[in-house]
Structures are given as C-alpha cells and as structure tokens.
C-alpha cells in the first residue's frame, strides 16, 4: 500500500534526480490501480508537501549515512528509531523501505540539491540541515566525516555557513555555541544580540514549516526552543 506520508500530495520529488532514484519504489508500491493523490509528476513549483519533504530528507540521510564509506546496522537502528519517533511507527516503516533501497545507490548531491534549490525555500532547506545533524548525533556523537558532508550539503543548497553553523551548534554544543546559535560573534554589543535574537526567532518560528505537517512542525520547534534559551543564557551572561 502506497502509506500516509508518501501519499500525501508528492508532486515535485518525482521529476528529475530525486525521481529517478525512487522511480522503482513508486511501481512497487501501486497496486490494485491504486490512485495516489498527488500534486503532478512535472516538478512544476509550488508549495512544499509532507511527501515532497520527507523524500528529500531520505535521500540526504543515505548520504549522510554513507559518509564514512559504510554503513553499519546499529546506526539503522539509530535511523529507524529517530524516524518512529518523530513520525510514528507506520511511517517509519515506510520510509525505511525506501532508505534501505537509496544507500544501495550512488548519486551526486549537487544533482540533487539542484532540485530542492528549485522547489523549496530557505525554512524547508534550513529545517532538512537540523534532521540531518539530529540523525548524525543520534548515537551519541557527531563525527566530523558526517559534519563535513552536511557543511557540503548546506553549500549545495544555497545556505550560508554561518546559518548551518548555528545548527550544528545545538548539537555540538561547543564552545561560543549559544552566539553561534543566535548567528553572531561573542564580541557582538548587547543591541546586535537582542537583534539577532529578534531576527532568529522570526527566521525559525514554527509556522514556517507549518505546511509540512505537525510532525515536522514539531521538529522544527527544537530548533526555536534553541533559540530562546541560548539567548536566555546570553542575557543571564551579560546581566541584561
């Protein structure tokens, strides 16, 4: 059976490099003359949709995946886990069945990005970069073949460092890492750190992935919970 986050409005995913890499999954999953209620198969732009996102998401999670050169079976399970978690166990089957099939695959990124450059805009892009360093730390640790990859993802996708960096920072917690979060410098007045928070706030609110559905509108929440408290602990740093 063709699920509910698959069959629900993909359209643009199946035309060009996305399309041919889960052009056999789609026939095997009609059956029966099944209709799948989709948007069109002629990746004609318009807006994003919860099938549309989470077939992006998987091809550059197997990539991810593949970034040390292998892929071993406990970090699928960490995989599935994150995806039943975030998504319910129906789902999450669904799109294993995909995912499996892609890190059999070899593709280019920059052939990919091209597409999602063309149908999505900078909250959808900025919303797969936070999946893609969950799913990375998702065992523990956020290893730097991984990191490297992903910086190169974000490149392909027209972000700039500074808005990939701010993701990272949430699950690396390194050093500096609530002022790289908020985008900014430690030397940044305290007017440039209300104004990057303000900014911030706006950027990564919620309701700009509203569209995809709750369980991604959920995701994208951590990101803006990130945002409040590291600027919280700026204020409590600074006395503000």
């Known amino acids: 059976m063709f699920g509910r986050m698959f069959g629900a409005g993909l359209g643009w995913a199946f035309a060009g490099p996305i399309g041919g890499l889960i052009g056999w999954w789609l026939g095997g999953q009609i059956d029966g003359g099944q209709t799948i209620r989709q948007g069109g198969m002629t990746g004609a732009a318009g807006k994003t949709r919860p099938g549309d996102f989470a077939v992006a998401l998987l091809v550059l999670v197997a990539a991810v995946m593949k970034a040390d050169g292998k892929v071993v079976k406990a970090e699928l399970d960490y995989v599935k886990q994150f995806l039943i978690k975030s ?30 450059n063309q ?10 970069i936070h999946v893609l360093f969950g799913i990375s730390k998702a065992d523990g640790n956020v290893h730097s073949s991984e990191v490297e990859l992903i910086r190169e993802i974000g490149q392909h996708l027209q972000l700039n460092t500074a808005e990939v960096e701010s993701i990272m920072a949430i699950f690396t917690k390194g050093k500096n890492a609530y ?14 750190v209300k104004k990057a928070y303000r900014s911030m706030a706006t950027k990564f609110h919620p309701d700009k992935v509203q569209h995809l559905g709750p369980d ?4 994208a929440e ?10 919280q602990e700026i204020k409590m740093e600074r006395g503000l």
Do not use: C, H, P
């Open 119 to 128: 149908q999505m805009n900078t909250a959808e892009k900025l919303q797969l």
């Open 87 to 116: 998504f319910g166990r129906e789902n999450a089957q669904e799109m294993l069945v995909l995912l499996k099939n892609l890190l059999e695959q070899d593709y280019f990124i920059y052939e990919v990005a091209g597409q999602i």
């Open 222 to 231: 951590e990101k803006f919970k990130a945002i409040n408290e590291a600027y």
């Open 216 to 219: 991604f509108q959920k995701m």
């Open 179 to 192: 002022y790289k979060i908020l985008e900014i410098d430690q030397a940044a007045s305290d007017q440039d």
